[in-house]
């Protein structure tokens, strides 16, 4: 498993959740890493990335409310989601992208961690 995710779980409106993901093996080079999220029967949304650098980025749902950091040294990527609202609700997944050379990236996915916000 190149990525593992970690943290969801059930939260009230209002309150707050963090996300882990750590990076194993090729995946440890990556040069971006994000967070996504699904809901059943729509597409794949992207949340928010971060650059190696440390640089954010932040859809327009989340800005605000999110904050995404990264720790290089333990190869980990950590999302604070505060403010949940119950269309927040989704399987969140990890990403991971590693410039190999030739204009060309390999992409890497974490298993999901579902998040759920009940009114």
């Known amino acids: 498993v190149q990525l593992q995710a970690f943290g969801g779980g059930l939260v009230q409106v209002g309150g707050s959740l963090r996300l882990s993901c750590a990076a194993a093996?090729?995946?440890?080079?990556?040069?971006?890493m994000g967070w996504y999220r699904q809901v059943p029967g729509k597409s794949r949304e992207w949340v928010a990335a971060?650059?190696?650098?440390?640089?954010?980025s932040y859809g327009s749902s989340v800005k605000g409310r999110f904050s995404i950091s990264i720790d290089v040294a333990k190869y980990t990527m950590y999302l604070q989601m505060n403010s949940l609202k119950v269309e927040d609700t989704a399987v969140h997944y990890c990403?991971?992208?590693?410039?190999?050379?030739?204009?060309?990236?390999?992409?890497?996915w974490g298993q999901g961690t579902q998040v759920t916000v009940s009114s």
């Open positions: 990403n991971a992208e590693r410039r190999i050379g030739g204009g060309h990236t390999a992409g890497y």
């Open positions: 971060i650059t190696r650098g440390g640089t954010p």
């Open positions: 093996g090729s995946a440890r080079g990556f040069n971006v």
